[in-house]
């Protein structure tokens, strides 16, 4: 969560931002005792900026996050090996190989929990379990 809001507290020295309403969301993350984690409701494109800004942290140093975020939602940061732009890339399950997409819609390695989220009209994951 620490990679998170640094993350979103830097947004506004950055060249690409966060997703739209990524700050909101992890400003109210609960911590859940029960599974370990921090749970919070997002959209497909707000799963992939939290990838690019664990792809950020890495940079400094640490990889712990991006590496477990990777294994937990299939999705993970890493530079294009043409031109070295960082590029989304889902990990499919069981696979063993990554493939570059436009979107995030790979199966995930955990099974992920949807809902509509009724104040937005959106499809929502909440991340765990």
């Not at 939290?50 to 299939?74: C, H, I, K, M, P």
């Not at 890493?78 to 732009?85: F, K, L």
Request: with cysteine; charged share 25%; net charge positive.
């Amino acid at each position: 969560m620490t990679a998170l809001r640094r993350f979103v507290s830097v947004a506004p020295e950055l060249n690409t931002q966060p997703a739209d309403g990524l700050a909101d969301r992890v400003r109210t993350a609960a911590f859940n005792r029960e599974d370990n984690r921090w749970r919070m409701h997002l959209t497909e494109t707000q799963i992939a900026s939290v990838a690019y800004g664990l792809y950020l942290y890495r940079l400094t140093g640490s990889e712990a996050e991006a590496n477990r975020f990777a294994r937990d939602y299939g999705v993970v940061y890493r530079p294009c090996p043409d031109t070295g732009v960082p590029t989304a890339v889902t990990i499919a399950q069981g696979a063993g190989a990554a493939r570059a997409v436009g979107t995030v819609a790979a199966r995930r390695r955990r099974p992920m929990t949807f809902e509509l989220c009724e104040s937005e009209g959106e499809l929502v994951r909440e991340p765990g379990g």
